[in-house]
């Protein structure tokens, strides 16, 4: 049993990562809190963090609740999420500058945040779409689909999901807390080359989604055996 749970908060991490993508998404969070000191980046990154594993559970465990409220399938959100992500790999690879939801979050920087600033921006468009964003969500649900009926099996599975999702936040913190770290580190041309990576790994990883879903809904209609 203690074999199972690790194995399940592993994948989660494994699964979500790569998606999530916190190492690529480093230096446009360095963009947007370049100018507000190490502790307000300190806080911000932990913000980020916790709002990113909110929403990760929060789709891990009504997710497919709320799909099934109506009436959308598991494939049509595997295939809708393999779609945004593969179309965010492939701009992020053509386009010479950042996307629109980059280009909004580095160029509205403010010297001096409010409260309520920071309470604003730590979600939009920090956490949500730029780090958590379409085809993460369609992933958690997956990953939270087949939650077991009995009780100890669920509760193991519940805790399973928790702590894979609390490990995952604890990777966008510490990639996103040393943000500024990484930036001088790797360098104007290190830092173009992680993020061109990072967005084919995206655009491969979004046709992985999309072909996934499409073998389920061939599965759901008969054509193959799932």
């Not at 990113?52 to 799909?67: D, K, N, P």
């Not at 992680?194 to 879903?213: D, M």
């Amino acid at each position: 049993m203690l074999i199972l749970f690790l194995k399940a908060a592993i994948l989660i991490p494994i699964t979500l990562l790569p998606i999530l993508n916190p190492f690529g998404n480093a230096p446009v969070f360095a963009s947007l809190h370049g100018n507000i000191g190490p502790i307000a980046q300190k806080r911000l990154a932990r913000q980020v963090a916790i709002n990113c594993f909110l929403m990760l559970v929060g789709a891990m465990f009504i997710g497919s609740h709320v799909l099934n409220f109506f009436g959308i399938s598991l494939p049509i959100v595997r295939i809708g999420g393999g779609i945004l992500v593969m179309a965010t790999g492939w701009r992020l690879l053509n386009d010479n500058s950042h996307d629109a939801i980059r280009t909004q979050v580095a160029t509205n920087q403010l010297e001096v945040w409010s409260d309520e600033d920071f309470k604003v921006r730590s979600f939009y468009p920090i956490s949500f779409p730029l780090t958590v964003g379409p085809g993460s969500i369609a992933a958690a649900i997956t990953l939270g689909a087949n939650t077991p009926t009995r009780a100890l099996d669920w509760v193991v599975s519940i805790g399973s999901a928790a702590l894979g999702a609390a490990l995952t936040a604890l990777v966008i913190y510490l990639c996103y807390n040393s943000a500024n770290r990484l930036i001088e580190l790797l360098g104007r041309l290190g830092t173009m080359v992680v993020l061109r990576l990072s967005a084919f790994i995206l655009l491969c990883i979004g046709i992985e989604i999309l072909w996934q879903g499409i073998l389920g809904l061939l599965a759901e209609s008969g054509i193959v055996i799932g």
